[in-house]
């Protein structure tokens, strides 16, 4: 939770807690590579596959199981924050600027600093991401 921000738990109760039914999430899937095709991670290609898209000096690069992570920490894209950056750690989410917590293929759990976000989301999904 966001310290000192009850605030925003309130909001993420009212967004996704309204009642029994509501669905709601504390962390993102990622079982699947963006490009080219919207691709499955699976045991092998996440084993052999290089990196094949973006702009970050990435391509040819094979994360393998320890560099791809398969959840995060969750990210509310609806929000309506001006301070809130989809798919990136900022001040609105959950541990708030400093980075998030995620899950890797060979089944370790790493804090991702922000430092290193963007390198690890990019080689875990082939998003194309340059920048927050």
């Known amino acids: 939770m966001v310290q000192g921000q009850p605030e925003l738990r309130i909001k993420d109760l009212q967004e996704f807690a309204l009642n029994k039914d509501a669905f ?5 899937n990622f079982s699947w ?3 080219p095709d919207e691709q499955k991670k699976t045991e092998a290609k996440v084993a052999s596959r290089p990196h094949t898209w973006g702009n970050l ?13 398969l959840i995060v920490d969750g990210d509310n894209k609806f929000n309506t924050d001006p301070r809130a950056i989809n798919d990136y750690p900022d001040v609105t989410d959950n541990h708030g600027a ?27 999904t082939d998003e194309y991401n340059t920048a927050p």
């Open 24 to 28: 709601g999430y504390s962390y993102e």
């Open 33 to 35: 590579w963006r490009y």
């Open 57 to 69: 000096g990435l391509k040819g690069i094979v994360p393998g199981p320890s560099g791809t992570y």
């Open 98 to 124: 400093s980075g998030a917590n995620g899950m890797f293929a060979d089944g370790h759990a790493q804090w991702i600093r922000v430092k290193d976000y963007l390198v690890t989301r990019e080689l875990s």
